[in-house]
């Protein structure tokens, strides 16, 4: 239990807009969407200042009050909720830090408090007529804040990068109550470590980011989306370095999906159709380009290059999008695939990148070894082949309760994460760590890692006070 004299002066300090321990008011805070984490807390901070979330942690470090700080609350891997494995922690939620502060057309930037989400971010920018160009599927409620701190990724890393490559500066509240702060457009600056690079990926565990200075991009008003058919996962990369060669290397998405997982959405998902009526391939590519002008020659390019990898074998059967409508159609395919899985029981996940070139090799040496040693369990592989990020589905056999197959969760991650090793891969691409995968990271990764990832740790937040319970383990 946190010492009530503790919450009293915190409640005291931020005031009852800012501070309460109305378990009405925190308990949606506290549930994953998925339902498989739920926390626990005495007391929710949502501060609307870094100087109110400066003296609030001033005070937490002083008296050893663990904190957890929170976005919207779109985590997948339990970095974003107090109280877990019984620890005493409080909440600090952002929401209260939700303002867009400034965007500058010739800076191609764009200021925002850590509050605000990502679906706002790309509006301002589309109002400024510029592009900010992470997309993910919880773009509506995930915030600039949280997507720093999980490194998130999303569709379009191929050619614009994660969350840290497209972050230009931050303002972080540090344990000690430190307000530190590197916001600015400057595209060069080298003097000296760029610390703000050290809060992305960093689960909250080194300070608390309360404005972010971010990058944009001339918008894409122009997009060639197709969707490609093919029958060998090797024909992927072929097709991919041909499609970034010819367009100038404006291959924004290049998603990957087996037959069996669009056979799940058009089963499960109503008013989808099928790309190709009455045909059936192995693998399916959903590629985008996109250009800042209006450009016949790209598309007429990108016609020629399918039509020659079709004369050639490489690519079984191919289309264009004709319009907003086809293009929105064939993105629905790809994007419902997770909705779809759902319908079919329990399904254990593994958010897991390889080398782009190791992408066909890994899934057809993993995926038949997961299907041999858990009979009956139907692999399912898709995602951002561009990148080299798979979401390495297993579903539920049909003759198997859910239960009695998710009872396989942790063996399973263990058989993946190391054969993902084995291919000089990662555990993590884009969901984090937080207090699911700390184990695997001890395990996994390189000790040197782990230490210099300590020391820094270590130097930011001597008392360990910031997400104790995310990256490390306890022990």
Request: include cysteine; charge should be negative.
């Amino acid at each position: 239990m946190i010492e009530k004299s503790h919450i009293d002066h915190l409640v005291s300090l931020l005031g009852p807009e800012c501070a309460t321990t109305d378990q009405d008011r925190i308990a949606p805070l506290l549930r994953e969407w998925r339902d498989k984490y739920f926390g626990h807390t005495q007391l929710l901070l949502t501060p609307n200042s870094a100087e109110q979330l400066s003296d609030a942690l001033r005070y937490c470090n002083a008296h050893g009050v663990a904190v957890v700080p929170q976005g919207g609350n779109t985590g997948l891997v339990g970095a974003g909720l107090p109280g877990l494995a019984n620890r005493d922690e409080v909440l600090i939620s952002t929401q209260r830090m939700n303002k867009v502060l400034d965007v500058c057309p010739n800076d191609y930037s764009i200021t925002v408090e850590a509050g605000v989400t990502i679906k706002e971010i790309q509006q301002s920018a589309e109002t400024a007529d510029r592009l900010f160009p992470l997309s993910l599927a919880s773009e509506g409620s995930c915030t600039a804040g949280g997507t720093i701190a999980t490194n998130a990724g999303g569709v379009h890393v191929i050619r614009y990068g994660s969350m840290q490559a497209l972050t230009m500066g931050v303002e972080a509240v540090l344990a000690d109550g430190t307000i530190y702060s590197d916001l600015s457009p400057l595209r060069k600056d080298n003097t000296g470590y760029k610390l703000s690079s050290l809060f992305a990926g960093s689960e909250g565990t080194l300070g608390i980011i309360t404005k972010a200075t971010l990058k944009l991009y001339p918008p894409e008003r122009h997009r060639i989306t197709t969707w490609i058919a093919i029958d060998d996962i090797n024909s992927a990369l072929n097709i991919l370095e041909k499609l970034r060669d010819v367009t100038a290397d404006r291959v924004s998405v290049f998603e990957i999906m087996p037959h069996s997982g669009l056979e799940l959405v058009l089963r499960h998902i109503p008013s989808t159709l099928p790309p190709f009526p009455g045909k059936e391939f192995p693998w399916y590519i959903l590629a985008e380009i996109g250009s800042s002008i209006h450009d016949p020659v790209l598309e007429e390019t990108v016609e020629d290059c399918l039509s020659n990898m079709i004369s050639n074998n490489q690519i079984a059967d191919g289309i264009i999008a004709q319009s907003e409508q086809q293009r929105l159609e064939l993105w629905k395919l790809r994007e419902s695939l997770s909705e779809a899985q759902k319908h079919e029981g329990g399904s254990i996940k593994h958010d897991i990148s390889v080398p782009v070139s190791q992408v066909p090799e890994f899934v057809k040496t993993v995926a038949p070894e997961i299907e041999q040693r858990w009979t009956g369990s139907r692999v399912i592989p898709f995602g951002h082949l561009g990148d080299g990020n798979l979401h390495f589905n297993v579903m539920q056999p049909s003759t198997m309760d859910k239960q009695a197959f998710l009872a396989n969760w942790e063996e399973m991650n263990r058989f993946v994460h190391d054969r993902v090793t084995d291919f000089s891969g990662s555990i993590s691409a884009e969901h984090g760590i937080g207090s699911m995968k700390a184990q695997e990271l001890k395990r996994l990764k390189p000790a040197s890692s782990l230490h210099a990832m300590q020391m820094i740790k270590k130097a930011l937040d001597p008392n360990n006070i910031l997400n104790p319970g995310a990256l490390f383990t306890r022990d």
